[in-house]
């Protein structure tokens, strides 16, 4: 099943529900939805834009020699550091993790990236985290978090290895 697909019955379903309850809620539902659309449109847009920049000066053999699938344990705890430091949101995180893998980026390397990138955003801990919950909670969540980046990067090459899938 699709992605759209689901979103789709799951949207349909909750608004079925929205409707029982009261048509209103249906009215500002889609109002809300097309608020947020014409928000994030452009977004996603110059985040595509980029990412089609990104995938035409990015170095295919450099990427392949730093993060490849070949490069193991190396090449994960390289792309670990690269997502921790990676100072972007998800709208343009998801492309340039779509250029490493065209890119020659093996999957293990890029789970990482892609986990390092969701627990440290380093940008965001100094902007959002250390500001609001201080440096002693910064430091023990980041200490306590540093090894889940290579571990995912590892369970993955493990279960690649193990099935053959996806090498």
């Not at 995938?55 to 699938?69: E, F």
Request: hydrophobic share 60%.
């Amino acid at each position: 099943m699709s992605a759209f697909l689901t979103f789709s019955v799951v949207a349909l379903v909750l608004g079925a529900f929205a409707w029982r309850k009261s048509p209103t809620l249906v009215r500002g539902a889609f109002r809300n939805a097309a608020l947020r659309f014409v928000e994030i449109l452009p977004r996603i847009a110059c985040a595509l834009l980029a990412a089609g920049f990104i995938s035409k000066i990015a170095p295919a053999d450099v990427i392949g020699h730093l993060i490849g699938y070949e490069t193991g344990l190396n090449g994960i705890l390289l792309a670990t550091a690269f997502g921790g430091f990676t100072p972007a949101g998800p709208i343009v995180a998801f492309p340039i993790v779509v250029v490493l893998l065209n890119a020659g980026a093996g999957f293990p390397q890029v789970v990482a990236f892609l986990t390092a990138w969701s627990v440290f955003a380093f940008h965001r801990v100094m902007i959002y985290e250390a500001p609001l919950m201080g440096f002693r909670f910064v430091g023990v969540r980041l200490l306590s978090s540093l090894i889940l980046p290579p571990i995912a990067g590892l369970i993955t090459w493990g279960l690649l290895e193990l099935t053959g899938l996806l090498r």
